[in-house]
């Protein structure tokens, strides 16, 4: 068999090869020609010419994930490329919803996009389809996932950031995730923002774009009314950069003493309307809020109304917060 190709060294060649397909100045039958001028000789893994497979490794480092504006450049590419590539398709579907599985762990690997919510994983899961792929779905995907004894292993040990995961990532499957009994709430929190550094990478493109936070999270609500089918985490990262990841009730006049230095401390992002009642995932249904201010509206203390402002009410009290 042959030996891996490695890319890091090429990353200029790989990017003009990819800026020709993309601006259609190359064409895919030139592909393996461009490829040997960068690389020089390789032989084949498993049926796939080793230069092939490094060149898919780039692409998909470069499209990050579906929510990335470079996801919508590269994976064509990639679409392509294994359309025409009969070893690839055997592969892939021999690997099936463990490959998926892996994109969803972040774990080993080199042909994997950032999956952050289940709506990615829904874009990733018809992007394979499209792909002349064995279609695959979301309960395929998590039966692979927890057919792992270490991930087995780690859910029995209420391990936080893998409970987190896989709950943005499966919801439907909440209660498998979760042992009943286990107030997720009580849950040690994460030393950050689960994917704070992919949707800081996106947010710099859109921004070297021209584009400023209100823009992208108009794009996202747009996004959110059209393809989301559980709530968007990015939109609601967003809405929490907006207001600095602050808590829009202690800065509208009730603030909780010594929160914000509490280690532990993490805003979250509440719907003023439930979505399980028919509340829209818009970011002006969205209020950020410190995890004591929203177990308070959970437990009618605080009401809220929207409108131009948010009307916050608390204990005959009445003040206002921007809506978003």
Not at 52 to 73: D, I, T
Not at 278 to 291: A, F, K, L, Q
Request: charged share 25%.
């Amino acid at each position: 068999m042959g030996k891996r190709v490695q890319w890091d060294t090429h990353v200029e060649e790989l990017q003009r090869l990819s800026d020709d397909l993309i601006e259609r100045r190359e064409i895919y039958d030139n592909i393996k020609d461009r490829l040997a001028g960068i690389f020089g000789p390789a032989k084949c893994i498993l049926g796939v010419d080793a230069r092939l497979r490094a060149f898919l490794e780039f692409l998909f480092m470069r499209s990050q994930g579906p929510y990335s504006p470079e996801f919508l450049h590269y994976s064509p590419i990639i679409r392509h490329i294994i359309r025409r590539t009969s070893p690839l398709i055997t592969n892939l579907n021999e690997s099936g919803a463990h490959t998926l599985g892996n994109m969803v762990l972040n774990g080993r690997g080199h042909w994997k996009f950032i999956i952050s919510d289940y709506n990615e994983l829904e874009y990733v899961l018809k992007f394979w389809e499209t792909c002349n792929l064995t279609p695959q779905t979301p309960r395929m995907v998590f039966d692979a996932i927890i057919s792992k004894n270490e991930i087995r292993y780690r859910m029995e040990r209420l391990d936080p950031d893998l409970l987190l995961r896989l709950s943005r990532i499966f919801p439907l499957y909440k209660d498998e995730i979760i042992p009943s009994g286990v107030d997720p709430d009580q849950l040690p929190r994460p030393p950050q923002e689960p994917f704070k550094q992919y949707y800081q990478d996106i947010i710099q493109d859109y921004l070297a774009q021209g584009m400023s936070i209100d823009d992208i999270i108009e794009k996202e609500n747009l996004r959110a009314a059209q393809t989301i089918t559980y709530r968007h985490q990015f939109l609601v990262y967003l809405v929490k950069l907006r207001h600095n990841f602050l808590c829009q009730i202690c800065t509208a006049g009730d603030p909780v003493k010594g929160i914000q230095t509490d280690p532990s401390y993490a805003v979250e992002v509440h719907h003023i309307w439930s979505l399980a009642e028919g509340g829209e995932d818009h970011s002006r249904n969205m209020i950020v809020t410190c995890p004591h201010h929203h177990k308070q509206i959970h437990a009618g203390l605080i009401q809220l109304m929207n409108g131009e402002m948010i009307t916050i009410k608390k204990e005959g009290r009445i003040f206002f917060t921007r809506s978003n």
